[in-house]
Nanobody
Framework: QVQLVESGGGLVQAGGSLRLSCAAS????????MGWFRQAPGKEREFVGA????????YSADSVKGRFTVSRDNAKNTVYLQMNSLKPEDTAVYYC?????????????????WGQGTQVTVSS
């Protein structure tokens, strides 16, 4: 079992920045991919970005490319989502998820464990 806890959400003005954290506990000594997803009101959950175990490979959705960066610190069992140049359309609940495979995925059904989510609200 793996427990994931997100933090760092909040209210920010358009153009501002936030950094989300996802702390993992439990069975963390095994290679796993980490992903970030988000769900806006009335919309389906969508992929934001992902990172492999070593941090050497990351990829993100086109909608956030160049603005959001995924990173991780395995010594702290923590993954981060740095969000810059935020837009009102980035408003959503943001979730981190763990996938115990050596390959990444943009599909939420491919992830094994999920955090409870953290709210990000971007005002115009």
């Amino acid at each position: 079992q793996v427990q994931l806890v997100e933090s760092g959400g909040g209210l920010v003005q358009a153009g501002g920045s936030l950094r989300l954290s996802c702390a993992a506990s439990g069975r963390t000594g095994i290679n796993y991919y980490m992903g970030w997803f988000r769900q806006a009101p009335g919309k389906e959950r969508e992929f934001v970005g992902a990172i492999n175990w070593s941090g050497s490979s990351t990829y993100s959705a086109d909608s956030v490319k160049g603005r959001f960066t995924v990173s991780r610190d395995n010594a702290k069992n923590t993954v981060y989502l740095q969000m810059n140049s935020l837009k009102p359309e980035d408003t959503a609940v943001y979730y981190c998820a763990a996938r115990f495979k050596r390959s990444g995925s943009r599909e939420e059904s491919d992830y094994d464990y999920w955090g409870q989510g953290t709210q990000v609200t971007v005002s115009s």
